[in-house]
C-alpha cells in the first residue's frame, strides 16, 4: 500500500471511521503538504470497475483540504442519491480516487475547453453541472458540456455560462 496517495489513504480511513462509529472523524495531526490548504475535492468510489458514489465540491467548504476530503469521501459513501449508503464489508473492495480541483475560470468559448484536460461547470440562473476531466466515454467538449447540462437540468436552447478547471488525480 506503500504507492498509495495521501489523499486516498485520508479518504479511506475517514469512509472507514464512518462505516465503524457513526460520526465523522477529525483531521489527523502531521498531514502531508498536499492536504493543506484549501480547494475544491471530488472523492470517487468504484467498485469492480463501476461507479460507486461520487461526491465533491468545487470551491472549498472546509478550512482544509484534509477536511474537505474526509467529508466528501464519507458523503461519496453514504449520501450518493443515486447509489444505496455502502457497507463496511465493501470498502476492501472500492478503488478510491480523489480530484483536487483548481479554482474554476470563465470561458468565453468552447474552443477553451478540452474534456481530457479539463472539467466543465455550465450555469444557467441557479443551476449548474459539473463534470471531471478525462472521463472513460467522454471524448468530445460536445459530450462533456451535454453531461454537465444534463445534470443540472439545463436545456439544449438555453443560453449558458462555461468554465473550466484543472485536477491533480490521486489514486
Known sequence: MSDVSAP?????KSL????LKGEIMSVPDNNDTVLLGTAGVFVSLK???DLRGC???FRPTQPTI?????????SAGIDDPRF?????????????TVDI???PEQVESLE???PKKYGVIVCCGRRSGLLLPDLEGVNSIGEQVAIARQKAGIGPGEEIELYRFSVTRYK
Do not use: C, F, M
Open 8 to 12: 486516498v489513504i485520508l479518504a479511506r
Open 16 to 19: 472507514e471511521y464512518y462505516l
Open 47 to 49: 467498485k469492480n470497475g
Open 55 to 57: 461526491i465533491g465540491t
Open 66 to 74: 484534509a477536511a474537505e476530503i474526509i467529508q466528501n469521501a464519507v
Open 84 to 96: 444505496n449508503p455502502v457497507s463496511i464489508h465493501e470498502l476492501a473492495d472500492l478503488t478510491i
Open 101 to 103: 480541483l483548481s479554482l
Open 112 to 114: 477553451e475547453l478540452d
